[in-house]
């Protein structure tokens, strides 16, 4: 069963940073998709970012480009994703994906607030 655990959310004065962190377990492919998404209330779900396990290739949407990176640990099947520059308009809660073939698995979410 796949299952992905997120943590590091919190609360954080605007220009502060939060780092991220989604381990997955449950899957033994050696190529995946691993990716942040968000959803501020009133709000679709939308991405963040995501990386490629084999090659390290990185997607950023141009809302966190140049404030944001993602990371991964292929060994702890873990990924990071470290925020800096944190403005209000960040606030959301933030989630873990993961793309298998054309399986994907999400996590519960975690709550980021960007307030001060």
């Known amino acids: 069963q796949v299952q992905l655990v997120e943590s590091g959310g919190g609360l954080v004065q605007p220009g502060g940073s939060l780092r991220l962190s989604c381990a997955a377990s449950g899957f033994t492919l050696d190529y995946y998709v691993l990716g942040w998404f968000r959803q501020a209330p009133g709000k679709e779900r939308e991405i963040v970012s995501c990386i490629s396990s084999s090659d390290g290739r990185t997607y950023y949407s141009d809302s966190v480009k140049g404030r944001f990176t993602i990371s991964r640990d292929n060994a702890k099947k873990t990924v990071y994703l470290q925020m800096n520059s944190l403005v209000p308009d960040d606030t959301a809660v933030y989630y873990c994906?993961?793309?298998?073939?054309?399986?994907?698995?999400w996590g519960q979410g975690t709550q980021v607030t960007v307030s001060s």
């Open positions: 994906n993961v793309r298998l073939l054309n399986l994907v698995y």
